[in-house]
């Protein structure tokens, strides 16, 4: 009897477990943003911001009564047809889907774009928007280089102000001190959710998939703040409740994917040649601040922007100076205790691909086994992939 | 810039040779002079304030520049490559790091010396940054400093931009030069050095705005390579540089007086059939071929955007001795990749306006995200609202293995074909201006 009502509670838990993963799977195939129309719908003052990776601060958004959404292009789920007359074939394959998107007009109910400064693509194809799209907000996010609070960051606080009033003006919701406050809350509570479940994957990585940890992240992109803080707290638990059992597999850090997304092919692909991903930048808009942002000072855009200068993640699109990104990824692996390294970058990504060496040389002389591999954002056919990470995962087992 | 080829020599080229060759030499002999050298870009670079510091600069997009047309730049690609650069990133870097890789002989196939500072001072392209990252592992013992340029992205310089370098130049660079000098900025070299390029960039103006005439009397962009050779390397705020401009604007101004063409490296243009503005970068690896597409047909470029990626000063931007780093400020802010796509299809827009152009020609660089993502978008709002044709081609800079002779002539002939059946539905009297 106990037996069985303890069966019918994990049963219970995992049809949730289920329909949660539905749901976010559901929100990723969703190009025509069913959810952000409908939550837009709730009330004539709210608006929606898309946003480029990798990161921006989505406090600020929050604040002023309005939706954040990551634009990650479209990936392998629309063909490109207008996308190709505006990308020539040696550019990355995100901003086609996303002009794509744009054009065909997936993105309607969106208000305005941040372009973030990451990279030229990036930065040309805020210059597509103004050209397109002038009717909405188009505005270029750029973060200092340098780290000085006395110079990066006075620019950045008023590249932040004036962001904040470029948004006033679509809704004439100002965003106070304690609007901005609140949002910096539920933001780091989302920041410690996602460290949890991040933390939770690298020591059970056989109680969730690598795409399905993808896609409970891959969500937050889209979902309000509490809806996805939410969302993290209920699956957390089911995902513990697993009764999974782990298999021979080695541990790899994947690093090199922060922008344009692998396909999810090729993530599971990976896994399902013998590595478990314990650690990925495929998100790293949502883990760029190691630290809670303080949420109760009388100035809280002071604290975005020194927790910009302080507290930000190493990444290709920000100066290293002097924390050499290289020791940052091998403290990372360590960390996670990873038996390798796989680096797998979009196509003609230039940031990826040129800390690629630099990167590759630094693992070598910590004797951390690494692999290289490229893809695009619509690539169908993982056989490559799958051969060379079998082999590394094969090698790795083999002589470690 | 700064290229050496058998073209036939005016005296303003011999005088440019003559500077060049001279750098090299006093970079070969650091080791006796004890001159202290930086590496720095050319898209809003700090000439002057390395002048008034007495130390040279190097350009390592002038030594990879300079490998693809000597030939050289496929093999330094290719070492690069070996040790682990992917073959779809900017060829500069990867022909910098062969070179370097295969002991650093520069141009004059002279010992380039290793840089004491790095100023990674990057303007209207991200690839700068990278570039320097790697660079600064290959030199570790080399100091670096970071000057970040904001983007304007909303089509104007922005007050905190100007603050933020200003601010980053009196914390950061200057400081960091000081310490490798060995001794403090002087206000009053570098105001000299400001005036003087100042002087240069009215004669400069002046010469491209010759373009105007017709016929042209300089081809803007195979020409105008040449033209921006010493103010965007190593010359501007120099004598030297003044004196060269000079010398150009009199050669210019004699071309208009006896109504003549540009010269190609096969004469001087007699008759000048079509008037062209180019967008992007030329192709180094066969620049020569390249240039011969054209000038074979009788087209001369009256407008290049190419030729303002190290500054821009069509606008009426000068280098200001009286406010020394808000003109660096302005001058790396206003570059033409720096500036939005609005801006820059405003900038081809007048250039076709001023000089009355025909047609506008795209060459696509396959390595250089920084020009060419965004550049069909741009050709579509220029021939939408102009209605002249434009020709879009695609090469690389200095990887050889992107530059395809037929494929590029394929289009341009069709593109040729173009203007020749507008030419003949819209007559123009071909005015002497
Ligand atoms: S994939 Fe790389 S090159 Fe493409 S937009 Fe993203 S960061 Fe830029
Ligand atoms: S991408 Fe283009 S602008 Fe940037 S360094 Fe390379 S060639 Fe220069």
Redesign the interface.
Known sequence: MMNSVADAMVRHQQTDLAASLDQAKGLFNDLSFAYVRDWKGQNPSRRVIGFLPIYIPREIIHAHGMLPVGLFGAGDRIPVVKGD????S??CHL?RTVIEMALNGNLDAFDGFI?P?????I??????F???FNAKLI??L?F???F?P???G??YR??LRQLSEDLARLNGVAGDVAALNHSISLYNENRRLVKDLSDFRAASPHKVSAVEYYLILRAGQTLTIEDHNAFVRRVMPQLAERDALPEDKIRVVVSGSFCEQPPLGLIRTIENAGCYIVEDDFQLGLQWMGDPIPDDTADPLAALVDAYLTKSTYS??V???DH?KEEQLVAQVRERRADGVIFCAP??C??A??????L??AMDRSHIRHISF?YHENLGQFHVVKEQAGTFADMIKLWD | MGLTMDVQKENSMIKQKQMLSDHFMALSQVKETGKKVAYTFVPGNLTELITAFDMLPVYPEINSLQSGMRKKSGDFIREAED????E???SY?KCDIGMMLQGNIGPTDQLLPSPDILL?SYTG???F???F??LR?LYPHAEIA?L?I??Q??GRVDP??V??IK??LT??VIPKFEKVAGKRLSDTVLAECLSRSAVAEDLLMNVFESARHKPSPIDAYFGGVYYIGPIFTSFRGSPACVGYYEELWKEVQYRIAHKLGPITPDGAITEEKYRLVVEGPPNWTNFRDFWKLFYDHGAVFVGSTYTRVGGLYDYGFRHSPDDPLGSLAEYCLGCYTNR???Q??ELIEKFITDCDADGLVIN?I??C??F???????MR?IEERRGIPVGFI?TDLVDPRYYSYSNIKNRLDSFFQMLEQRKELQPRARVIA
């Open positions: 007359a505006y990308f020539q040696y550019i901003p372009f400064a990451i990279c030229d693509v930065r040309n194809l805020s210059g597509i103004q050209l397109k505005r270029y750029d200092p280089q340098n000085d006395e110079v990066g006075v620019f008023t590249a290709s699109a100066y290293d100076g050499p196509s003609f230039d940031p691909l040129l800390d690629r060496p630099l590759e040389k490229q | 040790v682990g650069y992917p779809d990133v900017c870097v990674l392209c991200f690839v940054m990278k570039w990252e790697n592992r970071m970040h904001p983007y992205a909303d905190a931009a603050k933020y601010d980053q914390k950061d939005n796509l609005p820059r299809i696509s396959k390595s995200n920084s060419s993502a965004g550049q069909l978008a741009m709002d695609e």
